[in-house]
């Protein structure tokens, strides 16, 4: 009977123990149905005050202000221009930029993250993003790195680049945007980036292409670098490319040289941008290279051919007609190509 009685007690301890369990569980559910319910209505009231479609805000706390400051993120990413100085300045009355300041130091990475974003949006908060770049997730770093970058208190690029350790640790695709960013606001401080030489290698990458779609503005910087970066062909390749994206003749003379190279990715890419430049100078050399080893060179050499105008089209009927091999079927081919498109 004891063993009996010991196996009934751990019987209803275990019912009791379920009984609790589920009573709990029902109990988490109504709270959370009365926190959601909570906040939609405090949604519903703050919404045309944010809006100024209702009362004039005034300083909020507690639940109303985190539901306001979360109301800010929502639409600071949906208004633009007055709308969006209007949405700030109710926003600033509420308090919510010393709300998203205590999201700063949430555990969680995306409340933190968020919370950089619609600072960067207000005006006076710049130093708060800024103190974001020590954060020890990378994507908080690199995301108030982005907003620093469209803003004019921005630090410099040298010092965004050491922040984020790009080209060490930093390998993210959003680097090239953020090197644009920094080129449309500053493209003299991102082209000293270029003579540092403590600067890694994929920051210099970045920082030429941010450059290129800077215009003819820095061609004389990008030709100068294309000759002295010989023996670093990944460099000089992604120099070529860049000034084929200026698409100015000024860089003429670098572009002749590159088509002179030993690499076949730099021949390509000079042969490219003499298209893209119009460097009708390089048209002789552009028809040896339709017989050269490489495809991508054959092809590179073809298309910019076509695009240099009535002598380019020349060179490449003469090709097809007299040449013999890789270049006869290369000429052949891209004039195919042409009549097609």
Known sequence: MTSLTALWDAS????AIG????AALLLARVV???QRDQRAELRARLLPQLLGAGEEPGPLKGDDLRVAAALTCELGELTRGSDLEALLERAAAMGVPAMLVRWLRARSPQRRLVAVETLGL????GWQVAAALDDRNRDVRLGAALVLARRDDAPDPATLVRKLAIGTKEHSLLVSSLMSDLAARDPD???ALLFDKDIPYAAKVAATDALADSGGRYVALLASMAQHSQGEPSLQLRVYRALGRTGHPAGGAAILEGLHSADTAVRAAAAEAAGKSGITQAIDLLGRLLDDGDWTVRYRAGEALLRLGPRGLA??????????????HAASAMLAEARAA
């Open 32 to 34: 959370a149905r009365s």
């Open 12 to 15: 209803l301890t275990l019912c």
């Open 315 to 328: 060179t490449l009927w003469d090709a097809s007609q007299n040449a013999e091999g890789e270049a006869r």
């Open 122 to 125: 207000f005006e006076d908060e």
């Open 19 to 22: 009984s609790l369990a589920l």
């Open 189 to 191: 401080a991102v082209a």
